[in-house]
């Protein structure tokens, strides 16, 4: 009890200090920014869709200081690479825009050397490199890049630690929860949970699955929009490749983990349905994975830490 007092003190300071964010951002105070490196490459889309889901944007040197900044973590990791930039023609071939919206007429940043070239005719994604030079590519390719948010005083960071106002702490597990009405294939929900700084959702207990079965009944079938079933979402659990043997995303079987109450019938175990899915009954169920369905995820308060922008 103490400690959660002191847990609820610490967080309701956070709450109202002006320019708070996860803390595997930093800070640049001369971009009035916040910038994470991702050094693992990935293809542009993947980039654009990890830095949104985690609250920010691909980055795009669209002022001398995010140029600066951005070269700054380039020159710390591998000065020689070239890295993706939220500059992209992949609605319409040959119009470019930065993610925001900024027209890449107004981008004062050199070209490299024979670019741009559009090569093979296929280049729609822009990358800068180690020399502060922009290129064209294929936007299938993979590259390293930075995600980047702009510092907002409006930010408020939530008691479930995110700036993500969908994140509901429970006091009865004391973890928070999210349940997102648009559907995802288990991998992109997966993507999505761990994005925002959590994972699907593991049932530990039965408490835990009345809690779930509560929140999936504030969203009744008509607030679900799109053609999908209604009745089940995913959570955290799938056969890891071994048929009729499941476990949890974080390894442990069912049992270990606390909840393993199958609806009547549950699960089916048919091949294709190797991943965990849960009824509004609050029973578990065998999905198919690539289907998309709604789904929960679930994160702990304290993580991601919150970090406050330092001058
Ligand atoms: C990159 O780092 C080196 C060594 O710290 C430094 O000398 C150089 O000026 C840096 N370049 C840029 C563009 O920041
Ligand atoms: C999941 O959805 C994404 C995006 O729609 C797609 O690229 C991916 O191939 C799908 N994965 C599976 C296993 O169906």
């Not at 140029?67 to 500059?87: H, K």
């Not at 429970?170 to 009405?181: A, G, L, P």
């Not at 175990?269 to 009824?279: D, K, S, V």
Request: proline letters at 6%; charged letters at 25%; one cysteine or more.
């Amino acid at each position: 009890m103490k400690s959660s007092l002191k847990y609820f003190v610490l967080l309701l300071c956070l709450k109202f200090i002006e320019g708070s964010f996860r803390c595997d951002y930093e800070y640049s105070s001369k971009a009035q920014a916040w910038f994470k490196s991702v050094v693992v490459p990935a293809n542009w889309f993947d980039a654009r869709l990890r830095c949104s889901q985690e609250g920010a944007v691909l980055a795009s040197p669209k002022t001398p200081e995010i140029l600066a900044e951005m070269r700054n973590i380039m020159n710390r990791s591998n000065p020689e690479y070239e890295i993706f930039t939220g500059i992209h023609a992949t609605v319409s071939q040959g119009d470019y825009y930065t993610i925001e919206g900024t027209p890449l007429s107004n981008i004062l940043v050199p070209w490299s050397k024979n670019e741009p070239d559009n090569k093979d005719n296929v280049e729609s994604c822009i990358t800068l490199n180690g020399n502060g030079e922009l290129a064209d590519r294929p936007c299938e390719v993979t590259r390293p890049y930075i995600c980047y948010r702009p510092e907002s005083s409006q930010v408020e960071v939530s008691e479930c630690g995110t700036i993500d106002p969908d994140y509901h702490l429970d006091k009865r597990t004391n973890k928070c929860y999210k349940f997102h009405t648009e559907p995802r294939n288990f991998s992109r929900a997966f993507l999505a949970c761990s994005a925002e700084g959590g994972h699907l959702a593991i049932i530990n207990s039965d408490a835990e699955a009345t809690v779930l079965k509560e929140i999936y009944a504030k969203y009744p079938d008509a607030k679900l929009l799109g053609n999908f079933r209604k009745d089940l979402a995913f959570i955290g659990f799938h056969d890891w490749g071994e048929r009729w043997v499941y476990r949890t995303i974080h390894g442990e079987t069912l049992k270990e983990a606390g909840y393993n109450k199958f609806s009547p019938g549950e699960p089916t175990n048919i091949p294709e349905q190797t991943c965990g899915g849960i009824y509004r009954t609050g029973l578990l169920l065998d999905l198919w994975c690539d289907r998309p369905a709604a789904f929960f995820c679930e994160k702990s308060p304290g993580y991601p830490v919150v970090c406050r922008a330092s001058p």
